[in-house]
Nanobody, 125 residues
Framework: VQLQASGGGLVQAGASLRLSCAASGRTVSRDTVAWFRQTPGKERNFVAA????????DYAESVKGRFTISRDNAKNTMYLQMTNLRPEDTAVYYC???????????????????WGQGTLVTVSS
């Protein structure tokens, strides 16, 4: 199973970016998928999650209204659309997936079995 994250880059504050995470060796339509982010010296933090079925997506408070998580089952790919980016959004972004995530644990990185390698997003002021 491999998750390949891409789409990061250097942008100015207020700009938009779309991150992609292509899966191989696994059909992520059956999984709960999520994005986390990490800055140097700090722990990895939850950004957004999209459940297998039923529930609305979950978002960290800091990104609500600006970020949107989605997936394209035909392409076996998940996305994170980021708008109105801020310097504090600068981080390495990781995608993750798991077939069995209890909703109460969706923001915990230990809930996810599969991880992408990370893509760097840098937002300048």
């Amino acid at each position: 199973v491999q998750l390949q994250a891409s789409g990061g880059g250097l942008v100015q504050a207020g700009a938009s970016l779309r991150l992609s995470c292509a899966a191989s060796g696994r059909t992520v339509s059956r999984d709960t998928v999520a994005w986390f982010r990490q800055t140097p010296g700090k722990e990895r933090n939850f950004v957004a999650a999209l459940f297998r079925t039923g529930y609305r997506p979950d978002y960290a408070e800091s990104v609500k209204g600006r970020f949107t998580i989605s997936r394209d089952n035909a392409k076996n790919t998940m996305y994170l659309q980021m708008t109105n980016l801020r310097p504090e959004d600068t981080a390495v972004y990781y995608c993750a997936a798991s077939p069995s995530v209890i909703r109460s644990t969706v923001a915990s990185e230990t809930a996810y079995h599969y991880w992408g390698q990370g893509t760097l997003v840098t937002v300048s002021s």
